[in-house]
């Protein structure tokens, strides 16, 4: 089964601060994805990744950025964290091949106060 | 940009059938995807549909395409109280592509 691991599932931090949100996924997918889930806006992509060191901006990347430096892991980077990104953060995976179904983890909660 | 929009909210008796519809706006969409949300949790695939069919059945589950007028439904028949979720409509045109996500529409069971 492909697994896609969040490093927290609640977060609370205060305006300003930088916040790591991490992601992995174990089965050696090369495109992984960043989302954020609010209520009656659906998903929406913050950025994405093809392949390792490669970025790509999604709809929303203001105010976030990414590292990918290996291929199971992708992070997600709030320099300055602000209170209009309290939301959940959605990471998934999925093969460059078959059906590009993206393999999701469980969401990180995350409140900034 | 393209686009994939679907209600937000469907309330249906137990036992009854659900339909959830959706409509998108990319025409070079190859996959058509439902991924389901329960409580808490992330994005689970509950099926999905290659845009040269029309229909695919999965035991309580039934997609419909209509390329046509790009239009998606998904029908689950015999609603249980398990079903509860919020389902995502998504469509993608290659398996390297970003998929588009609607809404999601939360579906609510009444007993």
């Known amino acids: 089964d492909v697994k896609v691991t969040q490093s927290s599932r609640y977060l609370v931090k205060r305006t300003g601060e930088k916040v790591f949100l991490e992601c992995v996924q174990d089965?050696?997918?090369?495109?992984m994805f960043w989302y954020r889930q609010d209520p009656g806006l659906g998903l929406r992509l913050i950025y994405f990744?093809?392949?390792?060191?490669?970025?790509e901006k999604g709809d929303i990347p203001e105010g976030y950025s990414v590292s990918r430096e290996k291929k199971e892991r992708f992070s997600l980077i709030l320099e300055s964290a602000s209170t209009n990104q309290t939301s959940m953060y959605l990471c998934?995976?999925?093969?460059?091949?078959?059906?590009?179904?993206?393999?999701f983890g469980p969401g990180t909660r995350l409140l900034v106060l | 940009g393209e686009d994939v929009e679907q209600s937000l909210f469907l309330s249906v008796r137990e036992g009854d059938s659900s339909v959830i519809n959706c409509t998108y706006t990319?025409?070079?969409?190859?996959?058509l995807y439902w991924y389901k949300q329960e409580p808490g949790a992330g994005l689970q695939l509950l099926t999905y549909?290659?845009?040269?069919?029309d229909m695919k059945q999965d035991q309580r589950l039934t997609v419909l395409l209509n390329k046509k007028d790009k239009h998606l439904s998904l029908r689950i028949a015999d609603t249980q109280t398990g079903d509860s979720a919020i389902y995502f409509c998504?469509?993608?045109?290659?398996?390297?592509?970003?998929?588009?996500f609607g809404s999601g529409t939360r579906l609510s069971i009444r007993p």
């Open positions: 998504a469509s993608g045109y290659s398996s390297a592509s970003k998929i588009i």
């Open positions: 990319d025409s070079s969409s190859t996959y």
């Open positions: 089965m050696d997918h090369e495109n």
């Open positions: 998934a995976s999925s093969s460059r091949g078959g059906l590009g179904t993206q393999y």
């Open positions: 549909i290659f845009s040269n069919m």
């Open positions: 990744s093809y392949d390792v060191k490669m970025k």
